[in-house]
């Protein structure tokens, strides 16, 4: 009879348990959109925030510390530098963007179209129900399991592309409600697929960055400022846009 050795069986069980925690995730990512998108408006607005943190949780339970999910004190005053770093560049680019004419259009998003709408989006809507919950899911929790698997490669790729496949169900009315996308792509079926395409990749892109400002700056802080100010300044710019070409 082989005689076992226990110690030679630990990483192993370990290799396993990360592997689980990586296919936990996704599925509860996975479950989390398709309800936040397909089933009311209170599961649309309480899901993914809800699902966030009891993910948190739940890895931290299992193991993943607080430095592994974004969240140590010790990282608030790097990740404090890149995030005002980050935010300054966004600030430029979008000034650049709605007051050049060509691109200008493409900030004419419906839901954006008055100054009320866009503060309370961008203030309330989309930290509390899209930034903060998405970044403690991706560069929180998804990216401490993933990179106890594969590493700094396999959190960058299979995070961001995760992240772009996210935002699929969010894109499905994209060209329908703006102006520029629908009028470069059209409105027909085709119009939407590509949109919906671009968006994919475009979200894909932004998880790169947003991962390597967690990676660089070790803490959720500077993704999440870089997140917010895609999201709620773009909004701010949409809605002044608006207001410009209606006044």
Do not use: C
Request: aromatic share 8%; net charge positive.
């Amino acid at each position: 009879m082989l005689a076992v050795n226990p110690a030679g069986s630990v990483a192993p069980r370990r290799a396993v348990r990360a592997y689980l925690d990586v296919a936990i995730v996704v599925l509860v990512l996975v479950g989390t959109n398709l309800i936040a998108h397909f089933t009311t408006v209170w599961a649309s607005i309480a899901t993914v925030p809800i699902a966030a943190v009891l993910l948190v949780i739940l890895s931290n339970r299992r193991g993943l510390g607080w430095a592994e999910l974004g969240l140590s004190p010790k990282q608030w005053k790097t990740g404090s530098l890149y995030a005002l770093g980050a935010v300054g560049i966004v600030l430029t680019v979008i000034a650049i963007g709605a007051l050049l004419p060509m691109t200008r259009p493409f900030f004419m998003a419906d839901r954006y179209a008055t100054i009320s709408a866009a503060l309370v989006a961008s203030m309330i809507v989309i930290p509390l129900q899209t930034v903060i919950p998405e970044e403690l899911a991706f560069r929180g929790v998804l990216h401490g399991t993933l990179g106890r698997v594969y590493g700094a490669r396999g959190v960058f790729a299979a995070g961001s592309l995760l992240f772009g496949l996210w935002h699929i169900a969010s894109s499905l009315g994209l060209t329908a409600g703006n102006v520029g996308l629908s009028g470069f792509l059209g409105g027909g079926l085709f119009g939407q697929i590509v949109g919906i395409a671009l968006a994919v990749v475009a979200t894909a892109a932004a998880g790169v960055v947003f991962t390597w400002l967690r990676s660089r700056s070790g803490s959720l802080i500077a993704p999440i400022a870089l997140h917010w100010s895609l999201n709620g300044l773009g909004a701010l710019a949409a809605a002044l846009v608006w207001h410009a070409s209606t006044s």
